[in-house]
C-alpha cells in the first residue's frame, strides 16, 4: 500500500517539476537575450549621476524609461542615438581590449566620449524586446520626431540647445559573416561615433548620447525552442548555432594567424607533387676553432609565402632526392640540404617501406653524410614524422664514417614530418610517429620485472606446498614430553 | 581446484587475453606494422642483455647446486643416522654438487669483463652480436648448471643410501655421478666458445 501511494506522489512530483520547468524555461525565452545600453552626456552639463543596476540585473521596459527620463529631465535636450542593427555586451568583451590589450580595442572613440562625458550610465543588460521601445519612449519624453542622420549630414545641421531634436545614427552590423568583418565593422562604427561627438564638440551644444543596438548580437546557447519542448537534451548533444559557429570560426582565424602553420616543402615532378617536407624549425651548427657557430634555415625554408630554391631535386619509384639550396649560410656561398629517401620491398614484413637513407651537407665541394636510414623509415604509404631529428641529441642521424666532415656539424630539426613517396593532392599521408606506445626503457622494465615476477612465482610455489609431516602423528596417543634434564 | 590452479589460470588468462586484445586492436587500425620485434631487439640497451646474462648464469647455477645439495644432504644425514661411517666418503657428492655453483660464478665473471661502456658504442654491429652473446653464455651456463645440479644431487641421494646398506655399491654408483657432472662442464665449455667468440672478432 505504501509502495503505490509512494510511487503516485513521485508520479505527481515529476511531472508538476516537467510543468514548472517548461514554465520557467518558456518565461526566460522571452527575457533571456539582452542589449546593452550606454548613455553619456557631454561636457559642462551637469547631472545628478544615477545609480547604476545591480551587476546581472536585468532592466526592464519600466525601470528602463524612468532612467531615460531622469537622465533627459536633468541633461539637454538634444539627444544622439547612435543605434547598430545588434550589438551584445560580447563585443565589448571580445573587441574591447577587455584582456589588458587596450591596443586592440575597436572603441576608442566610445572610451574617450565616455571618459569626457560629465556623466554616464552604463545598462549591460537592458531585456532586450523591451530595448526596441528606446526610439519610441525618447520620441514620447521629447516629443520630436526622430531624425535619422549620418555624419555629413550632421556637420550641415545648425543645433540649438534650447529645442529639443532626436538625432539617429543607424550603424550596421555584420550579419553572419566571418569575424574579421565583424572587427572591422565596429571599428567602423566607433569611427562614426567619434566624427559625430568631434562634430558635436565644434557646434558645442550640450546633447546626450546614447549607444545601444536594435537586437541582440548573440542568441543564448541554451535558448532554443527544442530544448524548451523536448524536455532535455543529451550532454553530448551538439549545440549547433550561432555562438558554436562563432567559436569555429574564431578558431580557425587563430590558427591562420599563429606563426607556426604554413605548408610543406613540396617538390612537384610535373604537375604531381612527389615529396613534402615539414619542420617547425631547422638549424645547422659547425664547429670551428673551438666553438659552434650555428645558422638558423627555417625562415628560409619554412613559411608562409617561403619557396626555397628546389634545383637538383629528383624523384622516381624507388628513389627520392630533395635538394634545399641556400646562400650565404655560415661563410659559405652555396650551401646544399639534401635528403636521400629510398623505398623498396621487404620480404619480411611482406610491405613496402621507404627509409630516409641520408641527410647531406654539401658545401664549398666537401660533403658531409649523415646516415638515417637505422630509425628513420615508414610504411612506403605512410609519412614519417618525430618531435626531434637530429645528430646530437637522441641522434636519429649519424655521421656515415668516424672521419666524414659530418662530425663537426650538428643538424637539429624540430617536429619533422617527412614523405617520398605515394604523396596524393601535397597533403601528408598518415604520419608513423617515431615515438611508439612503449619506449624501450619501459619494455626493457617490462621484460625483467617478468622475468623476476616468474622467478618470485616459481619460489612461492615450491613454498607454499611445504607440508610439516604427518606421518607418525597420533592424535590418540600420549603427548610428546621433552624432558628438561639431561 | 585448489588455490594453487585457480591462481595459476587467472594469471595464464590474463597474460593471453591482454595479448589477444592487443593484437586485435593493432589488426583493426591497421598499425600492424608498429609490432616491430626488430626495433625491440635493437633499441632495447645492451647492458640489459648482458645483465641479464650474468644475473642468470650465476643465479641459475646456485639454484641447480643448493638443489642437489639439499638432496643429497637430507639422504646422507638420514641415512647416517642408522650408519655414520657414510658421512665422510659421501661428502664428495656435495663437492660434485658445489662444483656447479663454482662453474656458474666463473661464467659470470667471464661474461661481466665483457660489460664494459667502450668505445665500440658506435660500431653498432659489434653491440648486437656482443649482447645477444653475452645473453645467450648466462642462459646456457644457467640452465646447464641447474639441471646438473639436481642430477648429481637425486644420484648423490641414491648413492648415500645405497652406501648405507652396502658399503661396495658406493665406487659404482659415483661413476653415474660423474657422468651427471660432465654435463655441466658442457654447458661450460658452449659458454666460453659464445663469448670468446666476440673477443676475436674484435
Partial sequence: MATTGTMHLQRISTSLAVLLALFSLLNSAKCDEQVPLILWTSEGVSTSTQAPPAAGHIVEQQQLSSYLEKALNEGAKNVVLFLQDKMSIEDFTMYGGAFGNKQDSVYPNLEVALMSSSSRLVLPAVSWPASNAVIGQLQDQLETSPLYMDPETLSQLRLNASSSALLVFRLPYGIGADLMSAKEILSGNDEVIGQVMSIMKSQSVPYTAIYTALRPSREAASLSMEAGQGGGRSLLQYRGGYRDRERERERQRKVKER????????????????????????????????TWEDHDLTPSTFGEGVSPKLHGSSCDKTKARLVLNYENVLGHRSFKLMFAMSQRHYKVSARRWFTLDAVELEYDGTKATFNGSRHIYAPAEYSYRCES??????????????????NQWRVSFEDFQIQGFNVSSSEFSYASDCAGFFSPGIWMGLITSLLMVLVLTYGLHMIMQLRTMDRFDDPKGPAISVPQTE | MNGHAILYTGVTLAFWSTILIVGICYTIFDLGFRFDVAWFLTETSPFMWASLGIGLAISLSVVGAAWGIYITGSSIIGGGVKAPRIKTKNLVSIIFCEAVAIYGIIMAIVISNMAEVSSEHLLLIMIQKKRYSMFGAGLTVGFSNLFCGICVGIV????????AQNASLFVKILIVEIFGSAIGLFGVIVAILQTSKVKMGD
Avoid: H, M, Q
Fill in chain 1, 259 to 290: 606563426p607556426g602553420v604554413y605548408g610543406p616543402v613540396e617538390f612537384k615532378e610535373g604537375d604531381e607533387t612527389c615529396i613534402l617536407l615539414w619542420a617547425k624549425s631547422l638549424s645547422v651548427k659547425i664547429l670551428r676553432s673551438g
Fill in chain 1, 389 to 406: 631529428v637530429t645528430n646530437f641529441r637522441w641522434p636519429l642521424l649519424t655521421p656515415r664514417t668516424s672521419k666524414d666532415p659530418s
Fill in chain 2, 156 to 163: 648423490g641421494s641414491g648413492a648415500a643410501l645405497a652406501d
